[in-house]
C-alpha cells in the first residue's frame, strides 16, 4: 500500500484530477481521521498542557509517566527510526520497479 500512495497516487492525481484519487480500501480513513481529531487529540492537548505542554507524543509520555532518564523518548526516536527505513526502503524498491517498467517498454520492439 505503500508504494501505491508515495508513487501511485501522484500520478493518478496528475494523470486524473483530484476527483478520481480515491483508495478503495481505504474509505473508513477520513471517518478514522475525524473521530481521532474530535476525541483523541482533544483528550492529548489538554494532559498536554497540564503535563508540561508537550509537543511530541515522545515528549508528552515522558511527562505523563516522570520519565525522567528518556528511556521512552529514546524507544519512541527507535521505533521512528526503523519505521523511516521500512518506507525509504519501499520508496526505493518501488522507484526500482517503475524504472525496470519504463526501461523494458522503451527496449521492446514495437
Not at 528511556?71 to 521500512?86: E, G, N, Q, R
Request: charged share 15%; hydrophobic share 45%.
Amino acid at each position: 500500500m505503500s508504494g501505491w500512495l508515495l508513487m501511485g497516487l501522484p500520478g493518478v492525481a496528475y494523470f486524473y484530477g483530484c476527483v478520481r484519487c480515491h483508495v478503495d480500501g481505504n474509505r473508513p480513513l477520513p471517518l478514522a481521521r475525524i473521530l481521532n481529531w474530535k476525541f483523541v487529540a482533544r483528550r492529548l492537548r489538554k494532559y498536554s498542557e497540564v503535563a508540561g505542554n508537550a509537543i511530541t507524543l515522545p515528549h508528552f509520555f515522558s511527562n505523563r509517566f516522570h520519565d525522567d532518564r528518556r528511556i521512552l523518548s529514546s524507544v519512541a526516536a527507535v521505533h521512528y527510526l526503523a519505521v523511516l527505513l521500512h518506507l525509504l526502503r519501499q520508496l526505493l524498491c518501488n522507484v526500482r520497479q517503475a524504472f525496470l517498467h519504463v526501461v523494458r517498454a522503451s527496449i521492446t520492439p514495437p
